[in-house]
């Protein structure tokens, strides 16, 4: 059964960062059982990890979304309120044009819902950011007419969009976003595929995220690919450029299901027993900033979730962005990092090595 | 003692028997992985493979670790059930087509 609303929403104990992390940081990880996180990275001299240099500008521009997915990192859903103000993206305007960012990338919740989404991606683009993302969950370009056109919009400021699609067919999509999602996310991809989307030689570039639907890594990006391309080729007539294959971290709704379905030790020990060293030069955090809908900064939107700020002497708000500061910092770890150093790795952009 | 035979916890132990017999473990685990890699079959199907073999062989230990391979190679509910029905097809195939045997026998007791 999907669930209806956010964890905060239910007043779920989950909603607590503070809980989460009381979870995170288990018996196993007291007892020694597992080595921690900042063992891990002692034990390869990498800690305290540090920045390379920032390449990507991430912004949550709210956690409000028409869909509430079971494993959601952000606990988003209709009913979340945060949401950025105008005021907020111009402070990252200014920021991206202060230090000529490569990508700015949009997420939420589902950032076309903000009401000045359209002015803040148009700004991008006429401050000259050379690549806008834009994390669309497909069903918000059908969830209401003044979404219909989205597409058309992506086109004319060549937003490269990236999407989730948990999988190729709808009962394992719909277990994990909800009845009838499969059906009009299928429905999108064909209207972004209209304009030119994912269609070879039109530069408009859509790809599509996948994320495991239960206590799992992700197979093999290539070849699951290789399977989307066809699935959705010969079923439906969809073209897309990249598949991104991306852990699911357990905190959040996505912690809620691990529990409930009694997975957690389970997953958290393949998280651990799957750490490669290999992934932690380019874990994503070393060359991405996040920041929230009120302007504070994390290290991945992953710690924004869990309110774990960036490290204070590094400032922690958009109005006292520091280039030098944020490139020397310290970042902030904690168990959940496990999810971006298992297997072949996972970041925003996909696996990492 | 362990009250019941077997014991999900022992999955992970695996690499343990190597403790009473060490040379032959390290041959079989080194053969065990190369036959597992890629090569004139994909890792994929030879996962596959593996899941229907356990099910032929009723290997609880087996079914386990090759339901969370599969998945994990990026298989399909589909694809693993039609792997289990392969294991049934050959194991009830191989009752039935001693049926010809038994009608052999039969035919030449009787008128």
């Known amino acids: ?353 | 003692m362990e009250k019941t035979y077997y014991n999900p916890e022992d999955l992970k132990k695996f690499g343990n028997i190597a403790e009473f017999e060490s040379n032959l473990a390290a041959k079989f685990f080194d053969y065990y992985g190369e036959v597992f890699k890629d090569g004139a079959l994909s890792a994929r199907e030879k996962s596959l493979i593996a899941l229907a073999v356990a099910h032929a062989i009723q290997c609880p230990y087996c079914i386990d670790a090759y339901t969370q391979d599969t998945i994990a190679k990026g298989c399909n509910e589909a694809q693993m059930m039609e792997a289990v029905h392969v294991a049934g097809a050959i194991r009830g195939g191989a009752s039935l087509v001693h049926g010809v045997q038994m009608m052999n026998k039969a035919k030449k007791l009787m008128m």
């Open chain 1, 1 to 353: 059964m999907s669930i209806i609303k956010s964890l905060r929403s239910r007043n779920s104990t989950l909603a607590s960062t503070e809980k989460q992390l009381e979870i995170l940081n288990c018996d196993s990880f007291k007892n020694g059982k597992w080595q921690t996180f900042r063992e891990k990275l002692i034990q390869q001299n990498e800690f305290p990890l540090k920045p390379t240099n920032i390449e990507i500008f991430q912004v949550n521009i709210g956690y409000m979304c028409n869909q509430t997915c079971k494993h959601c990192h952000v606990d988003a859903g209709p009913d979340r309120k945060e949401i950025m103000t105008q005021e907020t993206m111009q402070q990252c305007l200014d920021v991206i044009a202060k230090y000529n960012f490569h990508t700015l990338d949009i997420t939420g919740g589902a950032p076309e819902m903000n009401p000045n989404f359209r002015w803040f991606v148009s700004e991008a683009k006429k401050i000259g950011v050379k690549e806008i993302i834009v994390r669309c969950n497909l069903t918000i370009i059908l969830a209401n007419q003044k979404y219909n056109d989205l597409p058309e919009f992506f086109k004319e400021h060549q937003i490269r969009v990236v999407s989730s699609l948990p999988f190729y067919n709808a009962d394992r999509t719909d277990r994990q976003r909800g009845t009838g999602v499969f059906e009009k996310s299928i429905k999108a991809l064909q209207m972004l595929n209209a304009v030119g989307y994912g269609k070879e030689n039109s530069g408009l570039i859509l790809d599509l995220v996948y994320n495991p639907n239960g206590a799992f890594l992700p197979a093999d990006q290539k070849l699951l690919e290789i399977d989307f391309k066809n699935e959705l080729r010969s079923h439906f007539g969809i073209e897309f450029n990249n598949l991104l294959a991306i852990t699911n971290i357990p905190i959040s709704r996505y912690l809620e299901y691990l529990i409930d379905s009694d997975n957690f030790e389970e997953y958290m020990d393949l998280l651990v027993r799957s750490y490669n060293p290999a992934t932690v030069k380019n874990v994503m955090c070393r060359n991405t900033i996040s920041v929230g809908w009120n302007g504070n900064l994390y290290d991945c939107d992953f710690n924004q979730m869990l309110d774990l700020n960036i490290d204070r002497n590094a400032g922690q708000h958009i109005s006292v962005f520091d280039l030098e500061k944020i490139n020397n910092r310290n970042i902030v770890i904690n168990q959940h990092c496990f999810g971006c150093t298992a297997g072949s790795g996972s970041s925003c952009q996909g696996t990492t090595i």
